[in-house]
């Protein structure tokens, strides 16, 4: 069971357990409207109940596919951005082994240095490709996936190529229509979720199935997460404790929250947790800007304007309560002066330099830690239904809509003009 825990010893102590509980107390009734999904746009709110877009025949379909291109693939292709592949990611980075489909990430650039190298990867390779897109008029994807198309039937043939060729798209959108044009498998992208809340769904879960990874693990985690969130009292509950602590912080002056962890695994989560909340809260003129760091390495960076710098940030540490992993640190015939730590496990050392962390950052700023009980595809399942549904209601509280970007739009207008669209 995932814990939430506060440690404020800073001189304003602005977290108090009176008034967080207080806070909590009269933020209930958004838990309760989120559980039943008044006020909320219900054409976004299709995560919410895990099986909808995760059931059985979606992970028997997904896991058949999977198997056919691990037999006739060295690698595949995931094509997307944003939404469309930061939760996949986060999970293959964290847990794909050396064996196995090779996953390789396009759609997400528009350099063609990047792009060249993405291609060099496929060099001499059996590949198949998914191209996840919900309104395929996002340009990085689109032109990746054209890209890719033009490599698979130079390399295969047209109707291989067609065989290697998988979309994830909207139902309706040109991209399905492509797909019943040129013969390729079509996946539907959940007409009622966006893109970063679709952990999920075909979306994410094709490619960690492609990786070898266990899908059913990571859903019965999130429907174990849905299931408590949606049980647990106002005050009992850290999701809503959670988003209610962010909003009294920002409400205090705090401009940044800061998600840190001492285990680099999670350095793709990273990618994924702010995606959500800089898009789902930075709307209106408001929200908190979320970064992360990736311990204890970037102690010996960004610690120093932590522990020092300008008032502006709070953090959140994401710690793992079960050890993962052993390594002893032996004794040495050389004297290195690091004999203090002889016949200690690593596992312990970053422990105590996690603890030692908090305990100073807890000084000069508000920290919050939220502990999972081990870092697997269970937990992983948790932590994505926790942040998203934590981020919904910390999104309500701070009076924006969680699922939409308006200011994304913005840059793309100027873009497509320069670049010559149609319409633009
Ligand atoms: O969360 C979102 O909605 C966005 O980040 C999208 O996922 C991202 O812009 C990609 O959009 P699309 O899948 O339509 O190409």
Same mark, same amino acid.
């Given at each position: 069971?995932?814990?939430?825990?506060?440690?404020?010893?800073?001189?304003?102590?602005?977290?108090?357990?009176?008034?967080?509980?207080?806070?909590?107390?009269?933020?209930?009734?958004?838990?309760?409207?989120?559980?039943?999904?008044?006020?909320?746009?219900?054409?976004?709110?299709?995560?919410?109940?895990?099986?909808?877009? #995760?059931?059985?025949?979606?992970?028997?379909?997904?896991?058949?596919?999977?198997? /056919?291109? #691990?037999?006739?693939?060295?690698?595949?292709?995931?094509?997307?951005? =944003?939404?469309?592949?930061?939760?996949?990611?986060?999970?293959?980075?964290?847990?794909?082994?050396?064996?196995?489909?090779?996953?390789?990430?396009?759609?997400?650039?528009?350099?063609?240095?990047?792009?060249?190298?993405?291609?060099?990867?496929?060099?001499?390779?059996? $590949?198949?490709?998914?191209?996840?897109?919900?309104?395929?008029?996002?340009?990085? %994807?689109?032109?990746?996936?054209?890209?890719?198309?033009?490599?698979?039937?130079?390399? $295969?043939?047209?109707?291989?190529?067609?065989?290697?060729?998988?979309?994830?798209?909207?139902?309706?959108?040109?991209?399905?229509?492509?797909?019943?044009?040129?013969?390729?498998?079509?996946?539907?992208?959940?007409?009622?979720?966006?893109?970063?809340?679709?952990?999920?769904?075909?979306?994410?879960?094709?490619?960690?199935?492609?990786?070898?990874?266990?899908? &059913?693990?990571?859903?019965?985690?999130?429907?174990?997460?849905?299931?408590?969130?949606?049980?647990?009292?106002?005050?009992?509950?850290?999701?809503?404790? !959670?988003?209610?602590?962010?909003?009294?912080?920002?409400?205090?002056? !705090?401009?940044?929250?800061?998600?840190?962890?001492?285990?680099?695994?999670?350095?793709?989560?990273?990618?994924?947790?702010? /995606?959500?909340?800089?898009?789902?809260? =930075?709307?209106?003129?408001? =929200?908190?800007?979320?970064?992360?760091?990736?311990?204890?390495?970037?102690?010996?960076?960004?610690?120093?304007?932590? /522990?020092?710098?300008?008032?502006?940030?709070?953090?959140?540490?994401?710690?793992?309560?079960?050890?993962?992993?052993?390594?002893?640190?032996?004794?040495?015939?050389?004297?290195?002066? $690091? =004999?203090?730590?002889?016949?200690?496990?690593?596992?312990?050392?970053?422990?105590?330099?996690?603890?030692?962390?908090?305990?100073?950052?807890?000084?000069?700023?508000?920290?919050?830690?939220?502990?999972?009980? &081990?870092?697997?595809?269970?937990?992983?399942?948790?932590?994505?239904?926790?942040?998203?549904?934590?981020?919904?209601?910390?999104?309500?509280?701070?009076?924006?809509?969680?699922?939409? /970007?308006?200011?994304?739009?913005? !840059?793309?207008?100027?873009?497509?003009?320069?670049?010559?669209? %149609?319409?633009?």
């Amino acid at each position: 069971m995932l814990s939430l825990e506060i440690l404020d010893n800073t001189p304003k102590k602005l977290l108090t357990d009176q008034r967080v509980a207080a806070s909590c107390r009269e933020a209930a009734p958004v838990l309760d409207a989120v559980k039943a999904g008044t006020g909320l746009d219900i054409d976004s709110m299709g995560w919410m109940e895990v099986t909808k877009w #995760a059931g059985e025949q979606t992970l028997s379909r997904l896991e058949e596919i999977a198997a /056919q291109v #691990a037999a006739d693939s060295d690698a595949f292709v995931v094509i997307g951005v =944003g939404g469309s592949n930061n939760a996949a990611r986060s999970v293959v980075k964290a847990f794909r082994s050396e064996s196995g489909v090779e996953i390789i990430w396009a759609g997400n650039t528009l350099s063609p240095a990047a792009m060249n190298r993405m291609l060099s990867m496929l060099d001499g390779k059996r $590949f198949t490709i998914d191209c996840i897109a919900k309104n395929f008029e996002t340009l990085e %994807p689109g032109a990746s996936f054209r890209v890719l198309r033009q490599l698979l039937v130079s390399r $295969f043939g047209k109707e291989e190529a067609a065989r290697r060729t998988i979309a994830t798209g909207t139902p309706g959108s040109r991209l399905e229509e492509i797909c019943r044009e040129e013969g390729y498998t079509f996946l539907a992208f959940p007409t009622d979720i966006g893109g970063r809340y679709t952990a999920m769904s075909n979306v994410g879960l094709l490619p960690m199935a492609v990786a070898g990874l266990d899908i &059913r693990a990571l859903v019965s985690g999130a429907m174990e997460m849905q299931r408590q969130l949606y049980a647990l009292p106002a005050e009992e509950n850290p999701a809503l404790r !959670y988003a209610v602590i962010r909003n009294m912080l920002y409400n205090d002056g !705090y401009k940044l929250e800061m998600l840190s962890s001492f285990e680099p695994q999670l350095k793709w989560f990273y990618k994924w947790w702010i /995606q959500l909340f800089a898009e789902s809260e =930075g709307k209106c003129g408001k =929200g908190l800007f979320p970064v992360a760091s990736e311990y204890s390495e970037e102690l010996h960076s960004v610690g120093q304007f932590v /522990q020092d710098g300008s008032p502006i940030l709070f953090e959140t540490f994401l710690d793992i309560k079960e050890q993962q992993s052993s390594l002893i640190c032996h004794p040495d015939e050389v004297d290195d002066r $690091f =004999g203090y730590l002889d016949g200690k496990d690593f596992w312990e050392i970053n422990k105590a330099s996690f603890t030692a962390t908090r305990t100073a950052h807890a000084q000069k700023l508000p920290c919050l830690t939220l502990t999972i009980d &081990r870092l697997d595809m269970e937990t992983f399942g948790e932590l994505f239904y926790f942040y998203q549904f934590t981020c919904v209601l910390s999104s309500l509280l701070l009076g924006v809509n969680p699922f939409d /970007q308006p200011g994304v739009e913005a !840059y793309k207008g100027w873009m497509f003009k320069a670049l010559g669209k %149609p319409g633009a």
